[in-house]
């Protein structure tokens, strides 16, 4: 059996919903270009989204929606959950050292 620390969040390696959106792109077997000027946003945008150097935004999964009919709602909450991820743990052992908890009565 797998030993787990009980409130310990998982590390993603790479962001979920750009990963979705590439395989989606390639599954299809269409261009960067082809999506983006379908999607109506610039190539720059949708590579670096793809490359993990930006996030999906909420305008870009309603675009891919609109698009591959894919849920727009579902990108924006793995992107949410993400982003927790990344900065619990580039912050959040900082935090919890600096914060103080409220005594409970």
Do not use: C, W
């Not at 793809?50 to 924006?76: C, T």
Request: hydrophobic share 45%.
């Amino acid at each position: 059996m797998i030993q787990r620390e009980p409130n310990k969040i998982a590390k993603m390696a790479s962001n979920p919903a750009a990963g979705i959106l590439g395989d989606t792109i390639e599954h299809y077997g269409l261009s960067q270009a082809e999506v983006a000027r379908g999607m109506g946003v610039r190539p720059s945008l949708l590579n670096e989204t793809l490359k993990g150097k930006r996030g999906v935004s909420v305008d870009l999964a309603m675009r891919a929606e609109a698009y591959f009919g894919m849920s727009a709602q579902l990108l924006v909450r793995l992107q949410a959950d993400y982003d927790f991820q990344k900065a619990y743990y580039a912050r959040g052992e900082s935090i919890a050292a600096a914060v103080k908890p409220r005594a409970i009565a």
